[in-house]
């Protein structure tokens, strides 16, 4: 069964898409945790980042600058989280590796 966001990027599934290349797509999130809630997701379906090896360094870099552009372009480019949940135990629910884009809200390390 793949992922929801694979079927996203086949076009299974529709969603509201702010960014697409050959090697990711940026949705907005169907549930938004902040004014901007962004995901960044790798066309490659990686489970999660512990997934990851040293074959996906470039992917990995171009997911973070991709972050950056989009993050930029929704005008919070001044002040943004970046996250990724690994795993169950750190709330991750989409087994297919995807960064959160937060911001247009104010965060303090007390609210992580
Ligand atoms: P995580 O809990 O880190 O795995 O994040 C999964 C995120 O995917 C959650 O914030 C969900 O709201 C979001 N999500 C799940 N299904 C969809 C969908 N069909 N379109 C957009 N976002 C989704």
Same mark, same amino acid.
């Given at each position: 069964?793949?992922?929801?966001?694979?079927?996203?990027?086949?076009?299974?599934?529709?969603?509201? *898409?702010?960014? %697409?290349?050959?090697?990711? *797509?940026?949705?907005?999130?169907?549930?938004?945790?902040?004014?901007?809630?962004?995901?960044? *997701?790798? !066309?490659?379906?990686?489970?999660?980042?512990? %997934?990851?090896?040293?074959?996906?360094?470039?992917?990995?870099?171009?997911?973070?600058?991709?972050?950056? !552009?989009?993050? +930029?372009?929704? =005008?919070?480019?001044?002040?943004?989280?970046? *996250?990724? +949940? +690994? =795993?169950?135990?750190? =709330?991750?629910?989409?087994?297919?590796?995807?960064?959160?884009?937060?911001? =247009?809200? !104010?965060?303090?390390?007390? +609210?992580?």
């Amino acid at each position: 069964m793949s992922s929801v966001f694979t079927q996203i990027i086949n076009g299974k599934l529709p969603a509201d *898409i702010v960014h %697409e290349d050959d090697q990711c *797509i940026v949705i907005k999130d169907i549930h938004p945790q902040a004014p901007v809630h962004l995901l960044v *997701i790798p !066309r490659k379906p990686l489970l999660s980042l512990a %997934e990851a090896d040293d074959s996906d360094a470039a992917l990995l870099g171009h997911l973070m600058l991709v972050a950056r !552009r989009v993050a +930029n372009d929704a =005008g919070i480019g001044h002040g943004f989280r970046l *996250i990724a +949940n +690994n =795993g169950a135990a750190a =709330g991750q629910t989409v087994d297919h590796l995807h960064f959160h884009i937060l911001g =247009g809200r !104010r965060y303090g390390e007390a +609210n992580l």
